[in-house]
């Protein structure tokens, strides 16, 4: 077991930290990067990338497009490069054509079609809910504009990716617009590379694991392979990871990642709240204040795992104090 540790850690880029010239291929081995708070998403990678601030994401997402936010793993947002975040987007079938979402959402599959239709039409640049509501008009539009939950752009989920946001508001634009290019994969062919590279990284895994995971059924035509071979090696290094970080979403069994007091880093569900991680396991919990950082580890620690613990105190105290990202670029 310890060596199935060993080999997570060093392909999540946890045991050291990755150059600054390496983002993108640190984003692509853990296979995207939780980015429901933009803060975590910040932290997942600044633990695992020399030298990474605030400002480093935002200037992969807007800027140079290196990056891509969107819906994909679970249907919750993600960072992914553009190859990845076209795989991910051809594994997930439609739910929005089920006879269960259009009841929940009091239309026809009409009615869903029609707004995928007018929603793509209009998002040819980066637009807000509210913009994308009052240029489709109409019932439907007013519905769409209010609903905080993006749930009437559902239908045109599978062609879109966020824009810069504008303040509080995000945006959403056309994938072949915002990167060029974007095309779905076959369904089966994506699916099963996805399974593959989570093997490289976070296996082994028991097929249940793994769709708890993807949350969702694999076919059966979806092989898990072999994960491979484990050098002899010992698990190393203390992470501070923030919420909803991927090693602690992605590693399976549970009870062997987190020994003791799950219910502490999956409180209620809204988890996982953010990990101390010793030698690979969870083994305690921290939070910010600002700059403070207060950490409560579960176990005791070597002087050298101190030592360790707090220069990961001071990496995201640094992070804290880094300057944020520019003003998002305005739609002319």
Known sequence: ???????????????????????LDVVRDVLGVHAQLMTAAE???????E????????????ETRELVKAN???????????????????????????????????????????????????LDEPRTRAEIGELIGGRLGERLAGDSWGHLISPANSELCHGPPRGRNVTFVRADVWLGGFAHHDRLDALQQLVDRYLATYGPVE????????????????EIPDAGTFADA?????RLLPHYDVYVIACHPRDQLIPERKERIFLKGAGPNPTLLVEGRVAGT????????????????????????????????????????RASPRRR
């Open 207 to 222: 097929r249940p694991e793994l769709e708890h995971w993807l949350a969702r059924k694999l076919p059966p035509e979806v």
């Open 234 to 238: 010992e698990p190393r290094g203390v």
């Open 1 to 23: 077991m310890e060596r199935i540790y060993a080999r997570r850690l060093a392909r999540s880029h946890l045991d050291a930290p990755a150059p600054a010239d390496r983002v």
């Open 43 to 49: 932290l997942s990678l600044s633990a695992r990338v």
């Open 286 to 325: 921290w939070r910010r204040d600002r700059v403070e950082v207060a950490v409560e580890p579960w176990v005791e620690l070597t002087k050298l795992q101190r030592a360790e613990l707090d220069r990961e105190v001071e990496r995201v105290s640094t992070w804290a104090r880094s300057p944020g990202p």
């Open 51 to 62: 030298g990474v601030t605030r400002a480093t994401i935002p200037q992969l997402l807007w």
């Open 72 to 122: 994909t793993i679970r249907g919750t947002l993600h960072l992914q490069t553009p190859e990845d975040f076209a795989l991910w987007k051809s594994v997930y079938e439609p739910r929005w054509r089920t006879d269960a979402w259009l009841a929940w959402q009091e239309l026809t599959l009409a009615e869903a079609e029609w707004l995928r239709d007018s929603v793509l039409a209009v």
